[in-house]
């Protein structure tokens, strides 16, 4: 069993950044592939950013291609999401996720989720 926490979520003005955290524990995530997710009041949850398990591929919703970096430190078991140039349609409560068989690009595919943290942009 994995438990993934989210963390570093907040509110911040249009045009500024956030780091997001996924803290992992119970096992080690090394193997695993993950991704960052969001889901916004009234939407469905949507791929945001996936890493694969060694860093190697990484892909990017368009909506924050250019303006998100995600990483991961497998000796932390941590993955980060870095939020740059934020705008009000970024708002949404942010999910990371892992899948043990692949790539996290589709919330279909994820093993293991964690409990959100809530990104709110004012413009």
């Known amino acids: 069993q994995v438990r993934l926490v989210e963390s570093g979520g907040g509110l911040v003005q249009a045009g500024g950044s956030l780091s997001l955290s996924c803290a992992a524990s119970?096992?080690?995530?090394?193997?695993?592939?993950m991704g960052w997710f969001r889901q916004a009041p009234g939407k469905e949850r949507e791929f945001v950013a996936a890493?694969?398990?060694?860093?190697?591929?990484?892909s990017y919703a368009d909506s924050v291609k250019g303006r998100s970096t995600i990483s991961r430190d497998n000796a932390k078991n941590t993955v980060y999401l870095q939020m740059n140039s934020l705008k009000p349609e970024d708002t949404a409560v942010y999910y990371c996720?892992?899948?043990?068989?692949?790539?996290?690009?589709?919330?279909?595919?994820?093993?293991?989720w964690g409990q959100g943290t809530q990104v709110t942009v004012s413009s």
């Open positions: 119970g096992r080690t995530i090394s193997h695993y592939g």
């Open positions: 996720g892992a899948n043990f068989f692949g790539r996290a690009t589709t919330a279909a595919s994820i093993s293991y």
């Open positions: 890493t694969s398990w060694s860093g190697g591929s990484i």
